[in-house]
């Protein structure tokens, strides 16, 4: 008997939205019982050699919302981004609803609050967020409920968002021929995220997973959506035959090979803000970049 409240008879209908800039996907997840709707790890967009903010991608969610006369109730994160941008709070201005993380955003906060040498006026207690989520906390969107699942391994703040019969796993797990994410930025671990991995592959095999991001493997066209059943028989880092033992090897070694994300420096900046832009002493937007801090 699992301890969260999965009910496998609510079929959310689920509109993705790719961002190839960053191989993000964002999600429009509406209740099939009401006008209500959540949205999942949207992309503000970035041109950061320019130093310029837009918002094509953000305004496709938006004009879809509008369009379809749905009510927008939450807009989800499902962890820190370290690849792009929110626009969290821009979508919230035009559309309502609040903006969740999880709880352990604050851990996050502290330690790259301290890496960019933040003030006291950086608020390090997760307040720039409407709700934070424990592992098990429940939510609405109409008269759907979610689910909140504690997953960290990739940052320390990873959750996994559940509603109904759809499951929205952030980076705590790529499509199966992609494997898993790196799990060596400041709180990750590879063991940890090897447990949450087999966490999110307790739930039923028919469960469907979507993912926050996608790279098209071996040439293959970019795609976003499995079920457990198909990671579990399928997964090239955590399938049959891979023990934990294997997949921190293999995690530790692999991601000493990579680079950081393009976007990191500005990502960490605004997404452990909820999406706001820090400012200077005078109130304009201004990134900071912090030399071998990283």
């Not at 041109?47 to 919302?65: L, W």
Request: aromatic share 8%.
């Amino acid at each position: 008997m699992s301890q969260y409240p999965i009910n496998m008879d609510v079929k959310p209908e689920v509109e993705a939205f790719f961002d190839p800039a960053t191989n993000t996907i964002s999600y429009v997840v509406k209740d099939p019982a009401s006008d209500a709707c959540a949205v999942i790890d949207s992309v503000m967009d970035i041109d950061y050699a320019a130093g310029r903010i837009t918002y094509d991608h953000a305004d496709k969610m938006i004009d879809h919302i509008r369009k379809h006369e749905l009510k927008l109730e939450w807009i989800i994160e499902t962890h820190v981004h370290a690849d792009h941008l929110s626009a969290a709070p821009y979508i919230q201005a035009a559309l309502g609803g609040k903006i969740g993380i999880g709880a352990k955003i604050m851990v996050v906060q502290d330690t790259f609050g301290k890496i960019f040498n933040e003030g006291t006026e950086f608020q390090r207690d997760g307040s720039q967020f409407d709700a934070l989520f424990e592992d098990g906390d429940t939510y609405t969107i109409g008269k759907m409920q979610a689910f909140a699942m504690y997953t960290p391994g990739h940052t320390p703040a990873c959750m996994v968002h559940v509603m109904g019969d759809a499951a929205f796993v952030g980076d705590t797990l790529f499509m199966p021929d992609g494997g898993s994410a790196r799990a060596d930025f400041p709180g990750g671990d590879a063991a940890t995220l090897y447990d949450s991995i087999h966490k999110v592959l307790s739930l039923p095999d028919d469960m469907r997973l979507f993912m926050c991001h996608d790279y098209g493997p071996n040439g293959r066209d970019i795609q976003w959506e499995t079920t457990v059943g198909d990671e579990k028989a399928h997964n090239i880092h955590v399938g049959p035959g891979k023990t934990k033992a294997d997949f921190v090897k293999f995690r530790t070694e692999r991601d000493a090979t990579l680079a950081m994300p393009r976007l990191i420096i500005p990502s960490l900046q605004v997404n452990m803000r909820a999406g706001e832009m820090p400012t200077d002493k005078d109130g304009r937007p201004m990134l900071k970049v912090p030399v071998n801090g990283l």
